[in-house]
């Protein structure tokens, strides 16, 4: 398909006059058709980084991202280097979102609990830190400084001992200066200069140069959620957030809603790649035609047109017939973002729990959202909105338990324990319970 010449009325669609399965491929992520040769090639770099270590990541870094690197660290006098390049202005605008996004986080704090579950018995469920992450910042199509503050800041608040930070480099094998003062201001100093399925492979299972993490974190192309739901199955990999993957967004707008604001919203997200997906669902025939006449008004003016209009290729402007199968549509599909530009966007979002993240009303673009507002732009895609949730603190923890009983305490559970290890036949569990009673009678 030539994209330049994409028609957007050829986009639009009326809900109820489609078949289940003309609606279920409008559904259908633009990623799902090519993924067996997609885990193919990411299994090949899987297996290079593990068996040749560095080499294979110097080698994939020059090959996909045209950096010819002699080594994938970055000492502190380069990244300063780079840093002293960065304009005062973008300085204020990562302190700003850091601070917002620090507010938020911090709220997040998980607390010890502590119960007595049976008199001289105490139970406690304790948060510790993870002690190695893997911070993953995207930086094929768009270098994405904000992603390593959304990485960067919870790492910090939940104090992880090991943070460690890659991304792909330009092709003169540097960092960008934004990035770098981004994973400063979270006190990330461990950075590394590789991306794609070969950084995520090295730090599951290290190489020379880069040590393994506990867990990988972070959004990327479908190559790096690919090896990061890869190395999450493998026992001798690393533990990931989630799969993160290409942008997504729908927009559920009524008679009420700005056209304009909406063309722009479902933009921003189809400007991020080929492969991000963007929809429209209204009841309004007349919000639909005038959407698509500002995204052709509005793509002329863009930079990246070229890829928002193929993003908009496998995109959809949905007529429903009430806002209630808005909601059902939306559920189903489950979107990394929703934006509800209706009149009462309060009441709609009550039913609306199959989100990444929610946007409401006609003043909270989605791109608040990315950078500034303060919440998590690291999103689950692919419609694991309905059982993944967004990146907070908590996912920097581990969440283990303790328990104390006193022997006052054991015999009150005695007869418990040892009914049950029998009910069982194991014996040696109920042994280790009467056996302390009897020593100690
Ligand atoms: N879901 C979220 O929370 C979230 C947040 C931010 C960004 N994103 C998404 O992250 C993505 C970032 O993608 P990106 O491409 O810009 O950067 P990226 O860093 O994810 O990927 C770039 C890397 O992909 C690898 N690659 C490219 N072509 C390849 C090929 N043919 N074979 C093997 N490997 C290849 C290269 O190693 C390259 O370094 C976008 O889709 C964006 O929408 C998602
Ligand atoms: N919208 C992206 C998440 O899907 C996050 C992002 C970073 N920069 C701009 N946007
Ligand atoms: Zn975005």
């Not at 957007?8 to 489609?18: G, H, K, P, T």
């Not at 502590?114 to 469920?125: D, W």
């Not at 904000?146 to 092709?171: E, I, K, W, Y």
């Not at 939306?330 to 993240?357: I, M, W």
Request: glycine fraction near 8%; hydrophobic fraction near 40%.
């Amino acid at each position: 398909m030539n994209c330049e010449s994409l028609n957007l009325n050829s986009r639009q669609f009326v809900w109820s006059s489609l078949t289940k399965a003309e609606q279920d491929a409008l559904l259908q992520r633009p990623v799902q058709g090519t993924s067996a040769t997609l885990n193919s090639t990411v299994s090949t770099i899987l297996t290079a980084v593990r068996d040749q270590g560095d080499a294979a990541v110097i080698g994939y870094t020059q090959k996909f991202d045209c950096a010819q690197l002699t080594s994938l660290s970055y000492s502190a006098a380069a990244i300063a280097r780079q840093i002293a390049k960065l304009p005062a202005k973008t300085r204020e605008a990562i302190d700003k979102a850091y601070s917002t996004i620090r507010r938020f986080h911090e709220a997040q704090q998980p607390q010890d609990i502590r119960v007595e579950t049976a008199p001289g018995v105490t139970c406690e469920l304790r948060y510790a830190p993870l002690s190695a992450v893997g911070l993953y910042v995207p930086g094929g199509s768009a270098v994405l400084p904000s992603t390593a503050l959304m990485l960067g800041v919870p790492a910090q608040l939940a104090g992880c001992p090991r943070v460690v930070l890659v991304s792909p480099p330009d092709q003169q094998g540097e960092l960008s200066p934004a990035l770098l003062y981004a994973a400063q201001r979270c006190g990330i100093t461990e950075i590394y200069r590789c991306g794609g399925a070969q950084a995520v492979a090295a730090l599951a299972y290290g190489t020379e140069s880069i040590g393994k993490v506990n867990k990988i974190f972070g959004p990327g192309n479908s190559y790096v959620t690919a090896a990061k739901q890869a190395v999450s199955q493998d026992p001798q990999g690393a533990a990931i957030d989630m799969p993160a993957g290409p942008s997504e967004l729908m927009v559920i707008a009524d008679a009420s809603a700005n056209p304009a604001f909406v063309a722009a919203d479902l933009l921003s997200q189809a400007e991020h790649g080929a492969d991000s997906q963007v929809l429209l669902l209204s009841p309004s025939a007349a919000i639909i035609d005038a959407v698509g006449q500002q995204l052709e008004r509005q793509l002329t003016t863009l930079s990246r047109a070229s890829t928002a209009r193929q993003a908009l290729a496998s995109s959809a402007l949905i007529q429903v017939e009430s806002l209630a199968q808005a909601v059902d549509i939306s559920q189903r599909y489950a979107p990394e973002h929703l934006s509800v530009q209706t009149a009462e966007p309060d009441q709609l979002a009550q039913q609306l729990t199959h989100v990444g993240s929610l946007f409401l009303g006609p003043y909270t673009p989605e791109s608040g959202g990315d950078y500034a507002t303060g919440t998590n732009h690291v999103l689950p895609t692919y419609g694991f909105a309905s059982s993944a949730s967004s990146l907070g603190l908590v996912d920097f923890y581990r969440r283990y338990t303790s328990q104390k009983a006193s022997r006052e305490g054991l015999a009150g559970l005695a007869s418990a324990i040892v009914e049950l290890a029998e009910t069982e036949g194991l014996d040696a569990h109920a042994r280790a319970v009467t056996l302390r009673l009897e020593a100690s009678s």
